[in-house]
């Protein structure tokens, strides 16, 4: 899909924040592609749709999840986590969007998963570093994505996963099963 079309069919979804986000989380995502010599078209549709169902309303998201037979235990976890999947799912239904690598790097954008593939890492961290994020720990991870993008993705993730106990909140599964599978393959 052209990327004019692609936008368009977003920015009807979002806010104007959401949306100026979304666009650095495509300029990201296609830097980050060229350099880990991922498919730029695939990584661009991926970044432009990754946030498409993040304002739709939770008891539409939560009806998604149950009748398509997602992970049912997502429910009683962050709702934060619900866009993701349902996004995935919305953006095949809605655009056309039909790609697997694509959908599942929407899909896993907010949770992770194991064995992420280049594609998704590009999206996760691309969501995370993009110029409009401004956190604590962001420019460590910004310089990392640089040099090592498995390196990248531990550091993000641990900050993720720390912010979350701090403030008491769960920590979904695959948010360790991503965590645990990149330290792993950092120490062999
Ligand atoms: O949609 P965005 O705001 O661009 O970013 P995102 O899709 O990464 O969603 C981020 C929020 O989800 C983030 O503030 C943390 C929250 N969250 C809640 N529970 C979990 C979680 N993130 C992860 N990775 N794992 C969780 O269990
Ligand atoms: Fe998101
Ligand atoms: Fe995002």
């Known amino acids: 899909m052209e990327r004019d079309?692609?936008?368009?069919?977003?920015?009807?979804?979002?806010t104007e924040h959401r949306y100026q986000h979304t666009?650095?989380?495509?300029?990201?995502?296609?830097?980050l592609a060229k350099l880990y010599g991922v498919d730029e078209l695939?990584?661009?549709?991926?970044?432009?749709?990754?946030?498409?169902?993040?304002?739709?309303?939770?008891?539409?998201m939560k009806e998604i999840i149950t009748a398509?037979?997602?992970?049912?235990?997502?429910l009683s976890f962050n709702s934060e986590l619900w866009h993701a999947p349902v996004g995935a799912y919305l953006v095949e239904k809605e655009a056309g969007i039909t790609n697997q690598e694509v959908l599942?790097?929407?899909r896993y954008h907010t949770s992770g998963r194991i064995g992420m593939?280049?594609?998704?890492?590009?999206?996760?961290?691309a969501d995370y570093i993009e110029p409009g994020r401004h956190f604590p720990g962001v420019d460590e991870v910004r310089m990392l994505a640089k040099e090592n993008l498995d390196q990248a993705l531990i550091k993000?993730?641990?900050n993720t996963i720390l912010f979350l106990m701090k403030k008491n909140q769960t920590v979904y599964p695959d948010t360790f099963y991503m965590y645990n599978d990149l330290i792993k393959k950092l120490e062999a």
Do not use: C, N, S, W
């Open 23 to 31: 666009l650095g989380v495509m300029e990201t995502a296609i830097t």
């Open 156 to 158: 993000a993730v641990q």
């Open 117 to 125: 593939t280049l594609l998704e890492k590009i999206i996760y961290l």
């Open 68 to 74: 398509q037979g997602f992970p049912g235990d997502l």
């Open 5 to 14: 079309v692609a936008l368009k069919l977003v920015k009807v979804q979002l």
């Open 42 to 60: 695939k990584a661009e549709t991926a970044a432009i749709f990754h946030d498409y169902a993040k304002f739709r309303p939770k008891d539409e």
């Open 104 to 106: 599942d790097a929407i």
